[in-house]
């Protein structure tokens, strides 16, 4: 005689086997774990000033680690060589280039800035003359005193600011200074981590699984090779677009004879790698040259930057970035709107791949959840 099954009580209907009150005791939970690591903040303190002082060197090596990565891989598989011998060589080809580099733009660069610096002149005294012609029409009698206004507060601000650096004194120094040296430290530093990571890095999930139960493994190293490929897409991908933005502007400033174009190509190339951002901050400098030259330069300037705009959007950003990362634009749009809130430009700059390796995170938690919790059962009718 079969056995029949226990009728459930209430509270278990109602909240055991509740999916919206089980996912209100998740959120319920993490809240509170929040709040408890923001009463023992003090705790991650020295934490966080050991990040601060190695976080640079680390972030540069771990950028440069997914560009060089695959390079050795390939060599190593197709060539048969050590990893060691690989990352030697590219570092002295990384050596000659960056050698070259700098024999070549070094100079151009400086010629670029001397013939800026000769045609300030011609530049300003055409400010001037607009400045002059708005602030003797009448017409613009409201534009005259927000510009006072604004003219007026800066030079307060200007005087306030001088005074309190002024106080401080021998504490600003100190922390030039240090700056100074924390990005002298982390061009020194980060070339030696590079290469521990491309020597090492590629062996530190598996050891690292080592210490973990060994059920929990597998998803762990699962977990960590799709949080490589989004980072590793998306950086790639973003300095390829920026490379491509680069060359497209160079062209088309050349074409149209914008002065300084290369330089401000090459501005553009390396705006571009923050999203969204970059491609506006990206348009200040030739609108002001092209504003200063002629209204038909100001006219080209747009058309260069419409059709750069147009090849980025619909050829190059989906063939070089393509929908690895599948995150929506709006997503995106949000992420680097939330992110720059809350962190400033590094926000802007790391929201997105931040925000890729939570989508990671969180996708697999809830499979593991859907596939260990009975909630997601479908219950059969009984006959």
Same mark, same amino acid.
């Given at each position: 005689m079969e056995k029949e099954p226990k009728e459930q009580s209430s509270f278990q209907r109602w909240f055991l086997d509740n999916k919206i009150v089980s996912v209100m005791l998740v959120i319920l939970l993490f809240l509170i774990i929040v709040f408890m690591l923001n009463k023992v903040a003090f705790l991650f303190k020295p934490i966080a000033q050991f990040f601060s002082a190695v976080g640079a060197p680390i972030v540069i090596a771990g950028v440069f680690y997914f560009l060089l990565n695959p390079m050795v891989d390939w060599a190593e598989r197709r060539f048969n060589l050590s990893r060691i011998v690989i990352i030697t060589i590219q570092f002295i080809v990384l050596a000659l280039l960056i050698i070259w580099g700098l024999a070549v733009f070094i100079p151009w660069i400086s010629g670029q800035i001397m013939e800026l610096i000769n045609q300030w002149p011609v530049y300003w005294h055409k400010i001037v003359r607009i400045v002059d012609q708005v602030t003797t029409d009448r017409k613009f009698d409201n534009v005259n005193k927000w510009f006072n206004n604004t003219n007026d507060e800066i030079s307060s601000w200007l005087k306030d600011y001088s005074a309190e650096y002024a106080k401080k004194g021998l504490h600003g120094v100190t922390s030039v200074l240090g700056t100074v040296t924390s990005v002298v430290?982390?061009?020194?530093?980060?070339?030696?981590?590079?290469?521990?990571?491309? *020597?090492? =890095?590629?062996?530190?999930? *598996?050891?690292?699984? *080592?210490?973990?139960?060994?059920? /929990?493994?597998?998803?762990?190293? /699962? /977990?960590? *090779?799709?949080?490589?490929?989004?980072?590793?897409?998306?950086?790639?991908?973003?300095?390829?677009?920026?490379?491509?933005?680069?060359?497209?502007?160079?062209? =088309?400033? /050349?074409?149209? =004879?914008?002065?300084y174009g290369w330089l401000i190509a090459i501005i553009a190339g390396i705006l571009n790698i923050i999203p969204f951002l970059g491609s506006f901050l990206s348009m200040v400098p030739p609108i002001v040259v092209g504003i200063f030259i002629s209204p038909m330069m100001l006219v080209s300037v747009l058309i260069v930057f419409m059709i750069e705009q147009t090849l980025e959007g619909r050829i190059i950003s989906p063939k070089l970035l393509g929908s690895s990362l599948k995150i929506h634009p709006v997503t995106v749009l949000l992420v680097l709107l939330s992110a720059g809130n809350i962190f400033g430009i590094l926000g802007v700059i790391f929201g997105v791949p931040g925000y890729a390796i939570m989508k990671v995170l969180i996708s697999r938690f809830y499979s593991w959840w859907r596939a260990t919790s009975n909630l997601f059962e479908e219950k059969s009718d009984s006959l």
């Open positions: 430290i982390a061009i020194i530093t980060f070339p030696f981590v590079l290469f521990y990571l491309l *020597k090492d =890095g590629h062996q530190m999930p *598996k050891y690292i699984a *080592k210490f973990l139960p060994v059920k /929990t493994r597998q998803s762990f190293l /699962t /977990t960590l *090779k799709e949080i490589s490929r989004q980072i590793s897409n998306y950086i790639r991908g973003q300095i390829s677009v920026a490379f491509a933005v680069m060359v497209m502007f160079a062209i =088309g400033y /050349t074409i149209i =004879g914008l002065p």
